[in-house]
Structure formats: structure tokens, C-alpha cells
């Protein structure tokens, strides 16, 4: 209880307001980016994310509108509407929403793994001999002619035909 000075009135603070309005500010601006997020997201993606269908709607005409200021209003408008989920609703579609991203992220290392492989493969002929070693059942042939004509079209700045089918199948193999 504190004192006021002018008529010497006892005021009574509450000891809770609820969040600041800085902190509600906060919280929407966390919202809008996280509908941000998922409105970049595939359609089937956003199927698997637990939302109100009302909100999934909304989500999906983000993708139908092209002007800028009309973007950043609907942006706006989705956190708004995600401002009426709870914190379970939010850990629920963060949880998800992780686990869609993580899958992303460990099938972009392979990519990356893949595209390294087949670089190594055209820069050196031991890493094409240690591949005959763990793969014997594979068309050595087809991949040699792949590697010789992928060097090829590097020296003579052809299109990079065999260059792609090499990856295409280093990926069919499953490495």
C-alpha cells in the first residue's frame, strides 16, 4: 500500500497486472513469426500441424497474395489470430513444427554429403577404387563413363549433364 502525496489517501497496488503491455507486444510479435514460419511451409506440411482450420485458411491464402502492404497486414492479422492459442496449442505446433524442420535439416546434410561425394569422385580417381570396395554390385562402367564425361563437360564449360547424373545415381543408391 502506498501513500498518496497530494490528499494522503491510501492507494492499493495489486501485486499482479498481468503481463505488461510491452510484454503483450512481445508475445504477438513471437506469434506473427511463428505464422511467418508457417505459411512458408508446404501444404502437406501445414496438414500435420495441429491448428484450427479457421487459422490453416488463413495461413494458406498468405501464398495468394502478392503486394507487399497487403503481405505485411495479413501477416499482421495472423498474429492476431494466433494470439487466441494457448501456451499447449503453441508448444504443441513448435513441437511439430521442429520435428518438420529437423527432417529438413538432416535431408539437406545428406544432399550436402551426396554433392561432396560426387565432387570427390570427378577430382580423384582413389575415392571412385575405395566406392568399387564398398560397392561391388554397382554398373562401374555406367559410373566411370559418368565421371569421364563429367570432367569433360568441366573442361570444355559444357552443361553439366553428367555432372547431375552422377548425383541422381549416388542418391539411388542410397549412400
Given at each position: 500500500?502506498?501513500?498518496?502525496?497530494?490528499?494522503?489517501?491510501?492507494?492499493?497496488?495489486?501485486?499482479?497486472?498481468?503481463?505488461?503491455?510491452?510484454?503483450?507486444?512481445?508475445?504477438?510479435?513471437e506469434r506473427q513469426k511463428l505464422a511467418e514460419v508457417l505459411a512458408a511451409l508446404s501444404s502437406d506440411a501445414l496438414?500435420?500441424?495441429?491448428?484450427?482450420e479457421a487459422i490453416k485458411v488463413a495461413i494458406a491464402e498468405?501464398?495468394?497474395?502478392?503486394?507487399?502492404?497487403?503481405?505485411?497486414?495479413?501477416?499482421?492479422?495472423?498474429?492476431?489470430?494466433?494470439?487466441f492459442l494457448d501456451e499447449e496449442e503453441?508448444?504443441?505446433?513448435?513441437?511439430?513444427l521442429d520435428a518438420i524442420q529437423g527432417v529438413s535439416k538432416a535431408e539437406t546434410a545428406k544432399l550436402h554429403f551426396l554433392e561432396s561425394y560426387r565432387d570427390r569422385l570427378i577430382a580423384n580417381d582413389e575415392a571412385f577404387t575405395?566406392?568399387?570396395?564398398?560397392?561391388?554390385?554397382?554398373?562401374?562402367?555406367?559410373m566411370r563413363t559418368l565421371i569421364?564425361?563429367?570432367?569433360?563437360?568441366?573442361?570444355?564449360?559444357?552443361?553439366?549433364k553428367a555432372y547431375r547424373e552422377i548425383f541422381r545415381v549416388l542418391k539411388d543408391m542410397g549412400l
Amino acid at each position: 500500500m502506498h501513500i498518496n502525496e497530494k490528499n494522503r489517501t491510501p492507494k492499493v497496488v495489486e501485486a499482479d497486472e498481468g503481463p505488461s503491455k510491452s510484454e503483450l507486444k512481445r508475445q504477438m510479435t513471437e506469434r506473427q513469426k511463428l505464422a511467418e514460419v508457417l505459411a512458408a511451409l508446404s501444404s502437406d506440411a501445414l496438414k500435420t500441424i495441429p491448428l484450427d482450420e479457421a487459422i490453416k485458411v488463413a495461413i494458406a491464402e498468405t501464398n495468394k497474395i502478392k503486394s507487399f502492404e497487403a503481405i505485411r497486414r495479413h501477416k499482421q492479422y495472423l498474429g492476431k489470430l494466433m494470439r487466441f492459442l494457448d501456451e499447449e496449442e503453441l508448444d504443441a505446433i513448435q513441437k511439430r513444427l521442429d520435428a518438420i524442420q529437423g527432417v529438413s535439416k538432416a535431408e539437406t546434410a545428406k544432399l550436402h554429403f551426396l554433392e561432396s561425394y560426387r565432387d570427390r569422385l570427378i577430382a580423384n580417381d582413389e575415392a571412385f577404387t575405395k566406392m568399387i570396395e564398398q560397392y561391388p554390385d554397382m554398373d562401374i562402367q555406367n559410373m566411370r563413363t559418368l565421371i569421364r564425361n563429367a570432367r569433360r563437360e568441366k573442361e570444355q564449360n559444357k552443361p553439366p549433364k553428367a555432372y547431375r547424373e552422377i548425383f541422381r545415381v549416388l542418391k539411388d543408391m542410397g549412400l
